[in-house]
């Protein structure tokens, strides 16, 4: 009785004892607990508000690129790279040695391909986003640098023609709205020997790359209004 009536005692004083607050290291470690959670929170918030337009403009970028590339699927000697925003001719696309002028393939896959990148352009994402389709005509690196630097702009000016003079190109067949746009899209530009392929033929080619505004570019287009008349241009090469 009387060990039983101890235990008891002492029992409920050990239950009488503890205390009813938390410590004060639990108390700290709670309090850093909720700091870095709303510190979490609070960079997430930056983080989402800082990255959040480039990445939508890279995501609406990658759809237009996607789309022209889903249209050209299929399409002999075109290929739509949507990671580098390029587009290339394949075998269509490549120059003889000291030539400027394609083989008649590239008349036939520029007709499947231009409707299809100014319908793209002219989209609610392509004009939001498309600044230009830059025509770039490559060089080996046989001869001099000024030589190879007019030869490629010789190129890319010769992909020009086949753009805009109908007598160039019977294949196309653009309407003169369309004609008009094309002079307002695309660009010509000479780049000698740069980027370089596994062999010499392969780099004696021509590309388009896909141009688009940034986040912060002035989007102002000194274009004239399309109209259904266009000047009518003539190749000079």
Request: charged letters at 25%.
């Amino acid at each position: 009785m009387f060990g039983q009536s101890s235990h008891r005692r002492r029992k409920g004083k050990s239950e009488g004892e503890r205390p009813f607050w938390i410590s004060y290291a639990d108390l700290m470690t709670a309090m850093m607990v909720l700091f870095l959670s709303a510190m979490a929170v609070t960079i997430a918030a930056i983080t989402r508000k800082v990255k959040g337009p480039e990445e939508q403009r890279s995501a609406e970028i990658r759809d237009i690129c996607t789309n022209i590339k889903q249209q050209l699927t299929g399409v002999s000697n075109l290929a739509v790279d949507c990671v580098n925003n390029r587009i290339s001719f394949g075998a269509a696309g490549h120059f003889a040695t000291n030539e400027y002028r394609l083989p008649p393939e590239a008349d036939t896959a520029l007709a499947k391909m231009v409707p299809v990148v100014l319908d793209a352009a002219d989209s609610p994402l392509g004009h939001k986003w498309m600044k230009q389709v830059v025509v770039e005509g490559y060089t080996d690196t046989v001869g001099g640098y000024l030589y190879n630097l007019h030869l490629s702009l010789q190129r890319s000016e010769w992909m020009m023609c086949l753009l805009m003079d109908p007598r160039k190109n019977a294949e196309l067949r653009l309407s003169p709205v369309q004609l008009q746009r094309v002079r307002q899209l695309f660009l010509a530009g000479g780049v000698s020997f740069n980027n370089q392929q596994a062999t010499a033929d392969e780099s004696r080619r021509v590309e388009l790359r896909l141009d688009f505004y940034g986040l912060n570019k002035d989007k102002h287009r000194d274009a004239e209004p399309l109209s259904g008349t266009a000047p009518k241009d003539a190749c000079q090469l």
